[in-house]
């Protein structure tokens, strides 16, 4: 597969995978690495000490991989770079991310199209901006499903499951039985 095949094929992420990148690499207690040198090494750690494993998933050679890694190579063209970068920040400080969904939850603020369903239910839906803090526990519920690989669609429930619960119906206390669905997501922005 070329280059230009797999830049075709690649998902481009959504607005809620984005915003929660993000908010992760904001936790980065220590900077990741920085050079293409570094970035491999630590992918190969990672690894298990495999080439052909980093290789396979850059989308790159194990030959590429290697130069990389012996400093005879240092500039990588844009698709290695960017891929590098990912992978890096994606493997980097899971502990710090971990910490962070179980022990302080995070706060959302999101401009999107929200619909209601409820019985007897007077409040049709429409754009709203709302800031809201999200409990830990649906933290943990988000992150494993990015982590599993959960595509954009698969997110939305769960994150309006968390709005509702904290800012519709309060933690329980109000509107029994409301459920919030988003769509038309304008911008979304997480903080742990």
Do not use: N
Request: a positive charge.
């Amino acid at each position: 597969m070329s280059d230009h095949e797999q830049q075709q094929s690649a998902p481009r992420r959504g607005k809620v995978l984005e915003a929660l990148v993000r908010a992760e690499r904001k936790l980065f207690t220590r900077p990741a690495p920085k050079s293409a040198k570094a970035r491999m090494k630590f992918l190969r750690t990672r690894a298990g000490g495999s080439t052909a494993a980093v290789a396979e998933r850059l989308g790159t050679s194990r030959w590429t991989v290697e130069r990389y890694l012996a400093g005879k190579l240092t500039k990588p063209q844009k698709r290695l770079q960017a891929a590098l970068v990912e992978a890096t920040e994606s493997e980097w400080q899971p502990q710090v991310r971990a910490q962070a969904a179980t022990s302080r939850g995070m706060m959302v603020e999101v401009t999107a199209y929200f619909g209601f369903t409820c019985t007897g239910s007077s409040d049709d839906g429409r754009e709203r901006q709302i800031t809201t803090d999200i409990s830990p526990t649906y933290v943990k519920q988000i992150l494993e499903l990015q982590e599993a690989g959960a595509t954009e669609e698969e997110l939305h429930p769960i994150v309006a499951e968390a709005i509702t619960d904290s800012y519709f119906t309060e933690w329980g206390t109000r509107a029994d039985g409301l459920r919030a669905d988003f769509t038309s997501v304008s911008s979304i922005s997480f903080r742990f």
